[in-house]
């Protein structure tokens, strides 16, 4: 999975990312190929479009001779960072005294840098890969472990709200309500980010499915006690049956296994709903 996080925008989650090793060189086919490794594949990278006009390039005697060649409304479709460094390191520059116009040459080509009109209002975008790995949770732990809180000191005055604390409560305040008829109150589910894509989890689900029914089979106490639990979620408004309309999936369908867990000393068991389970490496959780 790959987190994006976007200067004035909001954080786009891919799930199917695939970490790559591709070869690249410039337009010639008789250049040299480079390798670029550690790329990620994202389904759009959504950048402006940008335009070389000839007009520039001619009107510049530090310009016009070089080999480069002008484009109308194209967007860049790879963003090439400094783990390739090697790859795009300027080893030779064009300028001329008061013209903020550039030429920097790397082992790709040429490229032109710089603003043509001083008034230019091109909004800017920054792009940031966030670290949302199960390393970094491990570090959430051991930061929270060793706080204040942990050591049994509070502060006298209300502490803040984390971003996504702040979040989470304003997603609240947008979607809960009572439900007069059941006299209860529901809640939207509070998404870490704004744009969310899960994966298929149908068949991951089923297959857990086919599991459990295979213990029920040989154990009667615990399929006496799943019809039981799942009859009573049913009758209380906790569960219900899907209509043929509200099959049909899209970007946040998810299908939640289900286990049960047995308190040996309490010789109690429950059901739980696995939100840890993961399907193509994302489970629920990641993104709640």
């Not at 994006?4 to 591709?22: A, G, R, W």
């Not at 064009?94 to 116009?101: L, M, N, P, Q, S």
């Not at 570090?139 to 942990?150: H, I, M, P, V």
């Not at 947008?174 to 006299?183: G, L, M, V």
Request: contains cysteine; positive net charge; glycine residues 4%.
């Amino acid at each position: 999975m790959l987190c994006l996080q976007v200067y004035n925008s909001s954080l786009i989650v891919e799930p199917d990312s695939k970490t790559l090793t591709v070869n690249v060189s410039a337009m010639k086919l008789d250049t040299r190929q480079y390798t670029l490794k550690g790329v990620r594949t994202v389904t759009e990278l959504d950048l402006p479009e940008q335009s070389l006009q000839s007009q520039l390039l001619r009107s510049r005697s530090h310009l016009f001779a070089l080999p480069i060649e002008p484009y109308t409304e194209v967007r860049a479709r790879i963003i090439i960072g400094l783990d390739n460094i090697k790859t795009t390191v300027p080893l030779e520059m064009r300028e001329a005294e008061g013209d903020d116009i550039i030429a920097a040459r790397c082992r790709l080509g040429w490229a032109v840098y710089g603003r043509a009109v001083k008034e230019d209002a091109t909004i800017p975008r920054l792009l940031h890969i966030c670290q949302c790995s199960e390393a970094r949770g491990m570090d959430d732990a051991l930061k929270n472990y060793f706080s204040l809180e942990s050591l049994g000191i509070t502060a006298t005055s209300s502490a803040l709200r984390s971003k996504d604390d702040e979040r989470a409560m304003k997603i609240m305040e947008a979607t809960t309500s009572f439900r007069e008829k059941e006299k209860r109150w529901q809640t939207g589910l509070l998404w870490k980010f704004d744009r969310v894509v899960l994966p298929d989890s149908y068949q991951m689900a089923l297959k857990r499915l086919k599991c459990l029914e295979a213990k029920m089979s040989k154990d009667p106490q615990l399929k006496e006690f799943m019809l039981a639990t799942m009859n009573s979620h049913k009758h209380k408004g906790y569960i219900r049956r899907l209509e043929d309309s509200e099959l049909a999936p899209n970007d946040i369908t998810w299908f939640l296994p289900i286990f049960t867990v047995t308190n040996p000393n309490k010789k109690k068991t429950r059901l739980v709903w696995d939100a840890a389970a993961r399907s193509q490496g994302v489970s629920l959780n990641d993104c709640l």
